[in-house]
């Protein structure tokens, strides 16, 4: 009974790389959250997305970053020429379909995929 | 201030006494919920509170929500040093999927 699970767990990229973290939701869940945490700081949303849809991006960044969730294989969050100020942990969760998400309201989190850029 | 802001940033309290942290948030709300994170750890939910709700219990977690003053708190009751971690309440606005916006979180370390 997998959780949510979430690559690489530590990443480290030179400014201008580009960075890519991958998200396997939990099984049967269609819905995808990323989540983006600064050191002692709470979690800041970025996007939302279903299968093939963005539903809400309004917490990217306008630009270098982009997200995904294509009808096979994980979600995707993709961070082109990197910079220092990307440097944080990014979260993925994952929830149920709508109609159990309306039920619970419980959002599944991974251990989060923890990015250094130098 | 932010959607949701927890207080105080940090507690430290002896094992066996409770531990009292609030919430404040701004918008209307669907359901409050609180997470927790130990160090370098994911999020694991705690416990949900709906907007029609006032309190709820959990095993020694009990949290409270006042709708009127748009305000929640999540008691721990005695304390473990276990219980050390961040605590983050999150409020969801309801209609269709997930999205919640989380507080800035209280620290609580409990000490032997």
């Known amino acids: 009974n997998a959780g949510v699970m979430q690559n690489p767990r530590h990443l480290v990229r030179r400014r201008g790389q580009e960075a890519r973290l991958r998200c396997s939701p939990m099984k049967g869940h269609s819905h995808v959250y990323w989540y983006r945490q600064l050191p002692e700081e709470g979690l800041k949303f970025m996007v939302y997305l279903q299968k093939e849809n963005i539903i809400d991006e309004s917490g990217m960044p306008k630009e270098r970053f982009s997200a995904e969730f294509p009808k096979e294989g994980p979600s995707i969050l993709r961070i082109q020429q990197v910079v220092r100020g990307d440097s944080a942990a990014y979260f993925c969760?994952?929830?149920?379909?709508?109609?159990?998400?309306?039920?619970?309201?419980?959002?599944?989190f991974g251990e989060g995929s923890r990015l250094t850029v130098l | 201030s932010q959607q949701g802001e927890e207080d105080p940033q940090a507690l430290s309290i002896q094992e066996g006494e409770n531990a009292t942290m609030n919430c404040s948030y701004k918008t209307s709300i669907n359901n409050l919920q609180w997470y927790r994170q130990n160090s370098g750890r994911g999020l694991v939910h705690l416990i949900l509170?709906?907007?029609?709700?006032r309190e709820k219990h959990s095993g020694r977690l009990r949290v409270t929500l006042d709708t009127s003053k748009k305000s929640s708190s999540l008691l721990i009751t005695a304390s473990r040093a276990a219980d050390t971690a961040s605590y983050f309440c999150?409020?969801?606005?309801?209609?269709?999927?997930?999205?919640?916006?989380f507080g800035t979180g209280t620290q609580l370390k409990v000490e032997l």
């Open positions: 999150a409020t969801g606005a309801g209609g269709g999927g997930n999205k919640l916006t």
């Open positions: 969760a994952s929830s149920p379909r709508s109609g159990g998400a309306r039920l619970t309201g419980e959002l599944f």
């Open positions: 509170i709906r907007s029609n709700e």
